[in-house]
T-cell receptor
Framework: GAVVSQHPSWVICKSGTSVKIECRSL??????MFWYRQFPKQSLMLMAT?????????EQGVEKDKFLINHASLTLSTLTVTSAHPEDSSFYIC???????????FGPGTRLTVL | AQKVTQAQTEISVVEKEDVTLDCVYE???????LFWYKQPPSGELVFLIR??????QNEISGRYSWNFQKSTSSFNFTITASQVVDSAVYFC?????????????FGTGTSLTVIP
């Protein structure tokens, strides 16, 4: 199957700082990438869908100005958590697909801890 | 409304026992996909199976088997002769094609503990 990587795999930051998480499709070009968030002992919740070269579509309740998503190329999407606070601590997982209606391939996740 | 329901939050079995994880889904689409993922403590999702809505054949892969029944909107997962390494959280998921493209809905997960 297709390979998706995320960097970093974990990050600890101080409250008020911004953190950028990268999601890369390593062996295919992903027109669509998805960002999920998973709190401890809970399911994955879709945060936003991004198509290469256009603005991301955010799910209801997800703050666009807080979670900035950039999908500048067919192999890279970034999620920036701006002015992070402890309640943003979570496991962030991205996925990528060849086309909008195609199977999603998941990255290994990034564990964010905000102190 | 929950699109994917995994009623079992936690299950514990003794090693070598069989265990079935239930999954019920809800969709109005005629074309959709169903998935099972395993999430070990490391967090990375491990893909187990993908099944499209037109293929109701049951599938067996080693100790794993899946029972897809459209009549009851269920896609249950059975592990035969469970092992300690099977301990993980298992997610059932539904994929539909929505306005913004492929939409993925995860169930709440079933935490399986296999006791040696």
């Amino acid at each position: 199957g297709a390979v998706v990587s995320q960097h970093p795999s974990w990050v600890i930051c101080k409250s008020g700082t911004s953190v950028k998480i990268e999601c890369r499709s390593l062996d295919f070009q992903a027109t669509t990438m998805f960002w999920y968030r998973q709190f401890p002992k809970q399911s994955l919740m879709l945060m936003a869908t991004s198509n290469e070269g256009s603005k991301a579509t955010y799910e209801q309740g997800v703050e666009k100005d807080k979670f900035l998503i950039n999908h500048a190329s067919l192999t890279l999407s970034t999620l920036t958590v701006t002015s992070a606070h402890p309640e943003d601590s979570s496991f962030y997982i991205c996925s990528a697909s060849l086309r909008a209606d195609n199977e999603q391939f998941f990255g290994p996740g990034t564990r964010l801890t905000v102190l | 409304a929950q699109k994917v329901t995994q009623a079992q939050t936690e299950i514990s079995v003794v090693e070598k026992e069989d265990v079935t994880l239930d999954c019920v889904y809800e969709t109005r689409d005629t074309t959709y996909y169903l998935f099972w993922y395993k999430q070990p403590p490391s967090g990375e999702l491990v893909f187990l199976i993908r099944r499209n809505s037109f293929d109701e054949q049951n599938e067996i892969s080693g100790r794993y088997s899946w029972n897809f029944q459209k009549s009851t909107s269920s896609f249950n997962f059975t592990i035969t002769a469970s092992q300690v390494v099977d301990s993980a959280v298992y997610f059932c998921a539904l994929s539909e094609y929505g306005d913004t493209g492929n939409q993925f809905y995860f169930g709440t997960g079933t935490s399986l503990t296999v006791i040696p």
